[in-house]
Nanobody, 128 residues
């Protein structure tokens, strides 16, 4: 069955970096839009960014929410069937559970996707 598994979370000091991984199984991450989301305690889930499929004109285009532009970067390793979220210059307000999600429908570009499958999340805590 389709699965996504996040890893790489942890505790980091402000200004530090983490790289989250999202491993896909039973589907090819290259063919679909993958989103990264986060949810902090007491807050609604927020889409951090997304990466379009590698196919055709999509060409793996990435989009980010304004609050992380210039600090976060999404990339994909098609050979490993993984998507990454590189997070630099982390701030305490980045503390949240981070999720990846896949849109396995017809829309291969992002944003604006309806995500069908979700990972269970990985905790990121930014604190001194």
């Amino acid at each position: 069955q389709v699965q996504l598994v996040e890893s790489g979370g942890g505790l980091v000091q402000p200004g530090g970096s983490l790289r989250l991984s999202c491993a896909g199984s039973q589907f090819l991450v290259a063919y679909y839009a993958i989103g990264w989301f986060r949810q902090a305690p007491g807050k609604e889930r927020e889409e951090v960014g997304c990466i379009s499929s590698s196919l055709g004109s999509n060409n793996g285009r990435v989009e980010y929410v304004d609050s992380v532009k210039g600090r976060f970067a999404i990339s994909r390793d098609n050979a490993k069937n993984e998507v990454y979220l590189q997070m630099d210059n982390l701030k305490p307000e980045d503390t949240a559970v981070y999720y990846c999600a896949a849109d396995l429908g017809l829309r291969t570009s992002c944003p604006g996707n309806s995500y069908d499958y979700w990972g269970k999340g990985t905790q990121v805590t930014v604190s001194s």
